[in-house]
């Protein structure tokens, strides 16, 4: 399905370029706007003239991981009110809560389900 509406703008930090390819896909194909940063640096570069409605980060990055990030970006006032969704691998025992105590408002496990992200990622949208 393609949607000609815009459902809102996102931000996926996310290192593998396979992974933000197909969250590209799948998202802008439900009507997002999806905008990519490979790294915590262009994240925050990318953050300095854009305001997306959510923001997906993936934990295990080089250099600057997820956690580390999510702090960083509510530590800016201006991102204070934006969800941040841990996109991630991490599901072991404790994962989850480290992610949202890293400042994060949700947590979707990978390999993510292409039949129900959007769902998921509607249903951050809303809160």
Not at 13 to 31: F, Q
Not at 42 to 70: C, H, Q, R, S
Not at 102 to 120: E, F, L
């Amino acid at each position: 399905m393609f949607s000609d509406e815009n459902l809102g703008t996102i931000l996926y930090v996310e290192d593998d370029p396979n992974n933000r390819t197909l969250i590209r896909r799948i998202l802008g194909a439900e009507g997002y706007t999806v905008h990519e940063a490979p790294n915590a640096a262009i994240a925050l570069e990318k953050l300095k003239t854009l305001k997306p409605d959510l923001i997906l980060m993936d934990i295990n990055m080089p250099e600057v991981d997820g956690y580390t990030l999510t702090a960083q970006i509510r530590a800016m006032p201006e991102m204070s009110s934006v969800p941040i969704i841990a996109l991630t691998a991490n599901v072991m025992k404790g994962d989850r809560e480290r992610s949202l105590q890293a400042g994060c408002d949700g947590y979707i496990q990978k390999p993510i389900d292409i039949d129900t992200i959007a769902a998921q990622i509607q249903r951050f949208m809303k809160r």
